[in-house]
Structures are given as structure tokens and as C-alpha cells.
């Protein structure tokens, strides 16, 4: 049996593949750069190159492999390295009855709360409801006292605001009815995270839209889920999301939010 390509950094088989490349090496050198490996190895960079990695580029002369081959393996090496990097960083979380042995995801409830624990600089969660239970309680708890710990967390939330149908009320007024029968329930004592919702959601003289979107950003890891911030949403519907431990997205969504605030088209409530 072939022995494996010895194993080597995504760094190193980046440099690998520059120097076996013609489009980007020097073609003077590149016509005989698997006659001497050694020497091959120190030009590009990879002076203290692995042992193995010298003996398997020799055996691959031997075997009669070409330089364009050789090409095609590291890129696809490299290709799959990628690929497992970028499943590594992106994984299913779940709500709901245990699938049982097998299953691939991870409990939600379980990883909005390290989440939390893990926040050192900002935390937003946006949901479209959020109701009183005990973990909910348990949640919001945890965040006041996270805040406590570092002043200097940054904590939103984004939520809705509910108009029942029919109701004329001011938009005034199911501001202060939701701040004194909902959040004052929910977040009893300071400090409070600045909690923001969308002023459509109140209007009366145009269709109506909602805040819909429920999410989590903790510094740089992102929690995009069809799950609000509720007991049963958490621990018992089937709900599913998707967890990236992405800063570029994590940004993304941050930034996205706080462009929303900044244009007044989410607004403070209180």
C-alpha cells in the first residue's frame, strides 16, 4: 500500500501548490523540481520540510508521477482541507425530542447559554416573542449577571411588539402596556440590556410587519434559529439552527442591526 502524504499545514500546502503551479512559478525551475526534492523544498520556502515529505516526493518520482499530477493531488488535498474547515465551523443545533444514538445535533438550550457565558464584548438576541418560564428566567438571569461581571458587554435585544387585530390602541399606549405587563416581568431588576423593537408593528394606518428574525450574536459566533426566546420553543417544539463560529458573519449580522438602530428604523423601547 501507498504510504499517505505526510501530513503538512494549510500554510505549507499553499506554498506547495504556488510552486508546482506553471501559471505562477518560475517555469525555469519548475521543469525539474522533483529531480531533487531537498533542493525543490528549500527554494520554495520549506527548508526544515519533513523527512516523510522528501521520501514520498521520491517515491512519487519513481512511480512515475509528473509534476501536473502531483498538482492535481495537493490542490485537491488542499480543497478537502478547506472543506473541513468550513464544516467544522458551521453546526446543526436542535430542539426537541432526542433523536436518540446517531443523532448529529446539538441541544440549542444548551448552547445559547455557553454562548452567553462566553460573551466578553457584545451579545444580541433577537426574537419574535419571548414569555416568562423557568428557562427563560434561567437565561435572562444568567445574561444580568454576565453584564455585571464586564461592564463593558454590550447587550440588545430585538423584539416585536404585538397589536391584536382590532385593537386601535395608540402605539403609545401597547409600548407602555408591554413595558409594564411583559418586560418589567421578564427583566425585573437593572442592569437591562437596550432592548429595541420595530415601530411597523404598532401601525395602524398601514399594513403592519413584524421583527421576525431570531438570532444570537456572542463576540464573534453567530446562532441563526427558527427558535424564539421561549420555554417552548427552546425545550420542547422541533426547531432547528445553524451555529457558526464565523467573525465575518457574526459582523454581518451585528452591524446589520446596528445600522437598523442607527437609521431609527428599530427604535428603544423605554
Known sequence: MAAAFPHLSTAELETLLAALDPQRGDSGSLADSLADPPAFLARIGLVAGPVALVAWLERWRAAGGSQEALLMAVQALLDQRRCEAAARSIELVWSGPDAGAGSITRDQSVLIRQLVERAEQRLLLTTY????????????????????????????????????????ASPETLIRKFQQQTWSRLWPEPPAPALFFDPRSLALEREKAVCHVKAVVADQ??????????????????ELGLHLSSPAHADDVWDHFDRLIQQGLLQAVG
Open 129 to 168: 416573542a419571548f414569555y416568562k418560564g423557568p428557562f427563560i428566567k434561567e437565561l435572562f438571569q444568567l445574561i444580568r449577571e454576565r453584564m455585571l461581571a464586564l461592564p463593558k458587554l454590550q447587550v440588545r435585544m430585538v423584539c416585536n411588539i404585538q397589536r391584536d387585530r382590532g385593537d386601535t
Open 221 to 238: 459566533e453567530l446562532l441563526v434559529t427558527s427558535a424564539n426566546l421561549t420555554d417552548a420553543a427552546q425545550l420542547s417544539n422541533f
